[in-house]
Nanobody, 114 residues
């Protein structure tokens, strides 16, 4: 299993970013996928959002509801996280994770300045 992430970067408060996670090595369309983040100085990775295999159901933490949107394109084995209205408290390293065997992506830095 391999997860390759792209996107992220440094933006101002209120701006937008989109993260991508391309999966290989398993039947992507058969498994739920999730995004996590690890804030500066924190040792744990916190759940952010998840999406069912067909994309018909999504789950978000309260802190990102209405601002972030998780989606997937099973034809491209790719999951996305559209992040709108970014806030400084969204600053973190963002990781994708599969629900097949729990592989983590390499992480991508998102930095939001006020």
């Amino acid at each position: 299993v391999q997860l390759v992430q792209s996107g992220g970067g440094s933006v101002q408060s209120g701006e937008t970013l989109r993260l991508s996670c391309v999966a290989s090595g398993f039947t992507f369309s058969g498994y739920e996928m999730s995004w996590y983040r690890q804030a500066p100085g924190k040792t744990n990775r916190d759940f952010v959002a998840s999406i069912t295999p067909t994309g018909d159901s999504t789950t978000y933490i309260d802190a990102v509801k209405g601002r972030f949107a998780i989606s997937r394109d099973n034809s491209k084995n790719t999951m996305y996280l559209q992040m709108n209205g970014l806030k400084p408290e969204d600053t973190a390293v963002y990781y994708c994770r599969d629900h097949f065997i729990g592989t983590w992506g390499p992480g991508t830095q998102v930095t939001v300045s006020s």
